[in-house]
C-alpha cells in the first residue's frame, strides 16, 4: 500500500508513516508537497478541516500510485474561557480513491496572549513568532511549538499521531461507520 501525504514538513511524514505502519505492515509512505487551499496560518476550524482535506486530496492527486492521500493541517481555533480566547489544533484527513473523506483531531493546546496578538495584528504564521521567540529556526519541522512549551514531554511527531489516529477510527471500523442504513 502507498500512501501520500500532501506536505514538504518531514515531520508530518513520520507521524503517518507511524500510525499507518502500526495497521498496514509494509505500507510506504510518501512526501508530496501540495499547494495550500487555505491561508498559511489557517484560523478557526472550517480553515484548518479544509487545509487538512485540500492537502489529502492534492497528495493523492499527485501520487498516482497510492491508495490513500493524508493532509495535516494545523491552526488557531476560538476557545471561550481560555487565557488568549485562542487555541493551536491539529487535523488530519484521510482520503481514499473512492472519495471518502476521514477526519481526526488532535488535542489543542494555548499559546501565550502575546503570540496570538502577534499572529492575528500581523495575520501572520504561528511558526514565524515562535521562532522569534523560542530562537529555534525551523522550530514546526522538529519538536514543534508543543514541543517547546510543554518542555519536551510531547512533540509535533506525537501531537499529528494522535489526529491521524483518530482519523483512522473509521476505516478500522469501517462496518460501523459506512453500513447502510436498515
Same mark, same amino acid.
Given at each position: 500500500m502507498i500512501v501520500a501525504v500532501g506536505t514538504s514538513n518531514p515531520v508530518k511524514v513520520h507521524a503517518v508513516r507511524n500510525v499507518f505502519s502500526q495497521f498496514f505492515p509494509g505500507v510506504e509512505v510518501v512526501m508530496r508537497e501540495v499547494a495550500s487551499v487555505v491561508p498559511p496560518q489557517p484560523m478557526g476550524l472550517d480553515e484548518i478541516v479544509r487545509g487538512a482535506i485540500g492537502r489529502a486530496k492534492g497528495a493523492l492527486n499527485k501520487e498516482g500510485s497510492a491508495e490513500m492521500g493524508v %493532509?495535516?493541517?494545523? %491552526? @488557531? @481555533?476560538?476557545?471561550?474561557?481560555?487565557?488568549? %480566547?485562542?487555541? /493551536?489544533?491539529?487535523?488530519?484527513? @484521510?482520503? /481514499?480513491?473512492?472519495?471518502?473523506?476521514? @477526519?481526526g483531531g488532535g488535542p489543542a493546546f494555548e499559546y501565550p496572549p502575546a503570540v496570538i496578538k502577534q499572529v492575528i495584528s500581523r495575520r501572520c504564521e504561528v511558526g514565524i513568532v515562535m521562532e522569534a521567540i523560542t530562537g529555534i529556526e525551523g522550530l514546526g519541522r522538529k519538536q514543534g511549538a508543543i514541543g517547546y512549551f510543554s518542555k519536551g514531554a510531547m512533540d509535533r511527531v506525537r501531537l499529528s499521531e494522535l489526529a491521524v489516529l483518530m482519523a483512522m477510527i473509521p476505516r478500522l471500523n469501517w462496518g460501523v461507520y459506512f453500513s447502510q442504513p436498515e
Open positions: %493532509g495535516i493541517e494545523a %491552526g @488557531i @481555533i476560538e476557545v471561550p474561557h481560555s487565557i488568549s %480566547g485562542w487555541m /493551536d489544533q491539529q487535523y488530519a484527513a @484521510i482520503v /481514499d480513491r473512492s472519495g471518502k473523506v476521514t @477526519i
